[in-house]
């Protein structure tokens, strides 16, 4: 089992969500009422800013009491294009402040890109940065969206599209402003699999938004666990039917009974990756593994995969191994086929 991460070895790492979200879709507001909540104590927040001046970092101290310790700003640039040092440096800082006393403990780490960020970048670096990866393990990706020019947004700009498409959770915000409705039609097509949750003023519960594991909940399984298991009917082989032949996000759901050979399918795996690129935008997994007793997690966002974490049971409930492609324009017949072929493998 030592081409897995051990589960171990990833709960030892910090978890990091990220909170995207379009130009002025209240990103700010929301992780101030967050910061002030009791669940979210111990969190370090890292916030990147076009211009040189930063501004939400301080809009973030004034609000929340958060302290200006737990927060790094990264103004000199755009997080998505010019990941190269700044994340890393970001973190990197946080992490030299915790350790020289100057910092108080934290348990996880929220980044707040800029309003124009395409979050594809940000999470791969943090799945596949030598160093980030070591420290950080990313456990969700959040997409606020505004519920009076959303439909705007998505319609002129792809980098809202790409927010939306790339979240696990889609949080409407000023649902006070405008009815959400049509909204959520768009997002239901852009992100057929997201939750939405409503959001006003930033009011919310952090168990309502984050997965338990990124809370701190004792013995909560990952978050691709619980997400797979939230999906209304379970991922069942009928659900992406209406939408084989879509252009778009559209969601293709693998499921099997038995499991397949680990190496036949990793090996299957990776070429989906790399011949699907930027059309495959998420993959969710749960593959069980021939004579282990629990099965791999396998999740990631475009081509960059996280280290495959080895579970050391089932989750209760649903033991069939179980493959969720978040796909863009990817013909849908032939990933199913070479699923279908894998346990016909000899
Ligand atoms: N009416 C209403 N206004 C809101 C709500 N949420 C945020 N706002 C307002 O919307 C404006 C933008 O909110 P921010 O939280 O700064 O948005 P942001 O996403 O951080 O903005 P950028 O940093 O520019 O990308 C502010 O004036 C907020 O007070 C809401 O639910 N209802």
């Known amino acids: 089992m030592s081409r897995f991460v051990a589960d171990a070895v990833e709960r030892a790492q910090l978890p990091v969500a990220i909170l995207g979200g379009f130009l002025g879709s209240g990103k700010t507001t929301l992780l101030n009422a967050l910061l002030r909540h ?21 809009l973030v ?69 030598p160093v980030l990866s070591r420290v950080l393990r990313l456990d969700a990706i959040l997409a606020t969206v505004d519920a009076a020019f959303g439909a705007g947004q998505l319609a002129r700009h792809p980098e809202a599209r790409a927010q939306v498409a790339l979240a696990d959770r889609l949080l409407l915000t000023k649902t006070d402003l405008a009815d959400p409705a049509p909204l959520r039609a768009a997002l239901s097509r852009l992100n057929p699999l997201a939750p939405v949750a409503d959001i006003r003023h930033g009011a ?78 998420r993959a969710k997994g749960l593959i069980g593994v021939p004579g282990q007793p629990g099965p791999v997690v396998v999740q990631g966002v475009q081509h960059v995969l996280h280290p495959p974490v080895a579970l050391p049971a089932w989750p209760a409930g649903d033991r069939r191994s179980r493959l969720v492609l978040i796909t863009d324009g990817l013909p849908h017949a032939p990933l199913r086929a070479g699923w279908d072929a894998l346990f016909h493998a000899a």
């Open 61 to 129: 101290e004034a609000d929340s009491g958060a302290g200006p310790d737990r927060t790094v700003t990264m103004a000199n640039g755009c997080l998505c294009c010019d990941l190269s040092g700044d994340l890393e440096g970001a973190v990197m800082r946080i992490f030299a402040r915790r350790e020289s006393g100057a910092l108080p403990r934290f348990d996880r780490m929220l980044v707040e890109p800029s309003g124009l960020a395409d979050p594809a970048p940000i999470a791969q670096a943090l799945l596949r940065n």
């Open 38 to 58: 009791p669940a979210m104590a111990g969190t370090a927040v890292a916030i990147n800013e076009f211009g040189e001046v930063p501004i939400d970092q301080h």
């Open 204 to 281: 919310a519960e952090p168990a309502a938004l984050f997965p338990a594991r990124f809370l701190g909940t004792p013995g909560a399984p990952p978050p691709v666990v619980e997400w797979l298991d939230a999906q209304p009917h379970g991922p069942a082989p009928a659900h992406d039917h209406a939408h084989a032949h879509s252009k778009g996000a559209c969601a293709l759901s693998l499921v099997s009974d038995a499991p397949p050979d680990w190496a036949v399918f990793d090996a299957w795996f990776r070429r989906v990756r790399i011949e699907g690129g930027e059309r495959l935008l």
